[in-house]
């Protein structure tokens, strides 16, 4: 995966590695520098302060305690880390600018090269083979015999056209997922939106922050009424409490690993959890944290009849 991430066009932000993010135009000058919408740069710097655990942090080292704790335990969030290129003038830290631009790849990419990517990501580069998988796999199912993971292990290679004896290569893996998953499937599987494209576009008519060139139109013209209030977040928290309310958590983007946070963080509280989520999403999305997004969302994970809180 550092290969394939080594070949980004990383300098477009190098420039910016040492601005404050306490600026103005902390935000949209990234925006400016990647092509990428201010909003998808807001959602990715609230992503980058969830990795440092830090409200002002530029910069991630991955091998020292600036990595959030629970997050720097993890195996895959580690490995993943670990191929996101370094700064040119501090080898040790991963820029901001460099993590967007990555996540900008894994948003664009083909699934030939997410497949690619992937490949390097397992076994840095390395042709895979049972072993590798086997090692991989105790992460996964912590409380799997040993037999049930060797033979877990081989049904993997035999998928992708191997056997025990056997190690793949970069083209074979990425024929043999080809051929095991459903193009519609694997796309689906692959797929990474930084932020969906529907809520681009609702975004695109919201006024942009301070400093942004693309929409300079004043908050002043914006209704503010159409703002969610913290009583009628209160409110849907309280009445999807009791019910299976992670999905509309999922539908508000945070991870299954956000929400597993969140739980333990309210000491399995779902009314104040869920309340917690709504606050962060709200703050997440600034301006387009919008009546009607949320009455989408509700929609979408099957709370409709919730949405007259918000009318």
Do not use: C
């Amino acid at each position: 995966m550092g290969a394939v991430f080594n070949t980004l066009p990383l300098s477009e932000t190098e420039n910016l590695s040492n601005v404050s993010p306490n600026r103005a135009d902390w935000l949209t000058s990234h925006a400016d520098a990647t092509g990428l919408a201010v909003v998808e740069v807001e959602r990715l710097w609230n992503r980058f302060k969830q990795l440092t655990g830090s409200r002002d942090q530029t910069k991630i080292y991955p091998e020292s305690s600036t990595v959030a704790h629970e997050l720097s335990n993890d195996i895959f969030v580690k490995n993943f880390l670990k191929h996101i290129p370094r700064s040119k003038s501090d080898i040790n830290s991963i820029p901001f600018g460099n993590f967007i631009i990555v996540m900008q790849w894994i948003d664009s990419a083909t699934v030939q090269d997410k497949l690619a990517a992937i490949y390097h990501y397992l076994n840095n580069g390395e042709p895979i083979d049972s072993f590798m998988i086997s090692k991989l796999l105790k992460h996964v199912y912590r409380d799997a015999k040993d037999d049930e993971i060797k033979a877990l292990s081989l049904q993997f290679m035999q998928q992708l056209g191997g056997n025990d004896q056997v190690k793949i290569n970069m083209s074979q893996f990425i024929m043999g997922v080809q051929r095991a998953i459903p193009p519609n499937e694997l796309e689906e599987l692959l797929k990474f939106d930084i932020i969906p494209a529907h809520l681009l576009d609702e975004a695109s008519v919201l006024p942009s922050l301070q400093g942004s060139s693309s929409n300079i139109r004043s908050l002043d013209n914006f209704g503010s009424n159409d703002q969610v209030s913290d009583e009628q977040l209160r409110q849907i928290a309280n009445q999807v409490a009791n019910r299976d309310w992670s999905r509309l958590a999922v539908a508000l983007g945070f991870l299954e690993y956000d929400i597993e946070s969140y739980k333990v963080t309210n000491n399995n509280d779902s009314a104040a959890a869920m309340l917690e989520l709504l606050r962060t999403w709200r703050e997440q999305s600034g301006s387009a944290a919008t009546k009607n997004r949320l009455k989408r969302h509700l929609d979408e994970s099957g709370f409709p009849e919730l949405t007259y809180i918000l009318n």
